[in-house]
């Protein structure tokens, strides 16, 4: 079954990119059914949508990140990425990966986030 | 951006207890709600999708209901495993945005 596993550096300095990456094992990066997403979660503002990649490299992020946020997909590596530049202590968060897996009923498309990585705690401080 | 509401914030249920989570929409999203249970140190994990759809592996005794802007996630017997913080999340249309949880309590 599909796992997902975040990777990177728990620690980063205020002003410095944040970069993590995502590797899938047990299914394939590259399926036509489904979305690759950032999430994160901080006591502060909860759980937060950061953006989305489709394996043909079409993207789509959270207006409130967008300016700040790059997610990228290495299909040879079955593995998609994160960026987050300029952060602050407010981008202070539990980062997770999750696949954004669709179900059609009749014409209509549903969507869920399922599974999810455990999950890697970055703290930006200096 | 839709806003999501919970209600209660927690509660206190015993063990074979009825439990009712509610959750609220700023605007209509259809039957585009997701119900995510999490465990302190883990990883959010889906329950329901589609408002009243069971993600396969889980356990019956969770079931949810709702459209519109009403939504409520139930389990009809608590067991000592379901104690637990419980999000709902709208997928209606990005930026998907999530509840700010429910988390229910050992009593």
């Known amino acids: 079954q599909l796992q997902l596993r975040e990777s990177g550096p728990g620690l980063v300095k205020p002003s410095e990119t944040l970069s993590l990456s995502c590797t899938a094992s047990g299914g394939s990066i590259s399926s036509d059914n489904c979305y690759w997403d950032w999430i994160r979660q901080s006591p502060g503002k909860g759980l937060e949508w950061i953006g989305s990649?489709?394996?043909?490299?079409?993207?789509h992020y959270n207006p409130s990140l967008e300016s700040r946020v790059t997610v990228s997909v290495d299909t040879s590596k079955n593995q998609f990425s994160l960026k987050l530049s300029s952060v602050t202590a407010a981008d202070t968060a539990v980062y997770y990966c999750?696949?954004?897996?669709?179900?059609?009923?009749?014409?209509?498309?549903?969507?869920?986030?399922?599974?999810w990585g455990q999950g890697t705690l970055v703290t930006v401080s200096s | 951006d839709i806003q999501m509401t919970q209600s209660p914030s927690s509660l206190s249920p015993s063990v074979g207890d009825r439990v009712t989570i509610t959750c609220r929409a700023s605007?209509?999203?259809?039957?585009?709600l997701n119900w995510y249970q999490q465990k302190p140190g883990k990883a959010p994990k889906l329950l329901i999708y589609?408002?009243?759809t069971l993600q396969s592996g889980v356990p019956s005794r969770f079931s949810g209901s709702g459209s519109g802007t009403d939504f409520t996630l139930t389990i009809s017997s608590l067991q000592p495993e379901d104690f637990a913080t419980y999000y709902c999340?709208?997928?209606?249309?990005?930026?998907?945005?999530f509840g700010p949880g429910t988390k229910v309590d050992i009593k």
């Open positions: 999750a696949r954004r897996g669709i179900t059609i009923f009749g014409v209509v498309n549903f969507y869920w986030f399922d599974p």
């Open positions: 990649i489709y394996y043909r490299g079409s993207t």
């Open positions: 605007q209509s999203i259809s039957r585009h």
């Open positions: 589609a408002a009243s």
């Open positions: 999340q709208q997928s209606y249309s990005p930026p998907f945005t």
